[in-house]
């Protein structure tokens, strides 16, 4: 600003407009308002080996368990209802999930603002005695089929939020599948290739191939305490 020895009165103004870019933070605190946030229907596929190239039959696993672990250091309160969560199987349908306090909304544990730098922890586990986890697996799943939506600020301004550059949530699930159950009527099917000879490996070249003898071995390995037949065709 330069002097311009001119006088300054009450009814004049002076604005100012600052633009700031490419700016980086450390910290930062206040209230973070009420936002709205979640994931659309989506879908995982489970990978469980056991229930892998199985047509026919079942396979009952007696005590399954799961755990959500939620570590959560950002000081913001959220709360997610759970809108959608399904056990999808080709051959046995949807068994749509029931838990405690099921679908929410479920609020985790977070750091206030004289907890900077720490993490707090939140836990849900799930069994067969307060969820039907027992039926969502033995259905035998392919797929998990699932839809969650949260909000920040639930309760409104309750006090003042943080984050720091460091700041994270993080989120672990842990399956427990005992290999202790029972089977029923079990069969599994799977396909191999075969490399026989083609019509341009014979000799004559005539396209047509002539066999005396043909001699198939099978090595197999059984890893179930189970007596098992088997069929080739």
């Known amino acids: 600003l330069i002097n311009s020895g001119n006088p300054i009165f009450p009814s004049e103004q002076l604005n100012l407009l600052i633009d700031i870019t490419g700016l ?8 973070m ?79 206030t603002l004289s907890e900077v730098g720490q993490s707090k922890n939140t836990e849900f586990l799930f069994n067969k005695g307060n969820s039907n986890i027992f039926d969502m697996v033995n259905i035998a799943p392919q797929e998990i089929l699932y839809a969650v939506s949260a909000t920040s600020n639930p309760n409104g301004p309750t ?15 842990e399956a427990e599948i005992p290999l202790y159950g029972s089977v029923a009527n079990l069969t599994f099917e799977d396909t191999i290739d075969l490399d026989l000879p083609s019509p341009d490996d014979t000799i004559s070249g005539s396209g047509n191939i002539e066999l005396e003898s043909l001699t ?18």
């Open 216 to 233: 198939f071995r099978l090595a197999t390995k059984n890893g179930f305490p189970v007596d098992a037949k088997l069929q080739i065709y």
């Open 159 to 173: 006090g003042k939020n943080f984050i720091t550059d460091s700041s994270r949530f993080r989120v672990s699930v």
């Open 24 to 31: 980086t933070f450390s910290y930062i605190d206040g209230y």
């Open 33 to 111: 308002g009420q936002l709205p946030f979640g994931v659309d229907s989506d879908t995982v596929s489970v990978d469980l080996d056991i229930f892998k190239n199985v047509s026919l039959g079942t396979i009952i696993i007696e005590d399954p368990k799961l755990k959500i672990s939620i570590d959560n250091s950002i000081g913001l309160p959220v709360s997610m209802t759970i809108k959608q969560l399904e056990a999808i199987s080709k051959t046995n349908g949807i068994v749509p999930f029931t838990g405690p306090g099921f679908p929410g909304p479920f609020v985790f544990n977070y750091p």
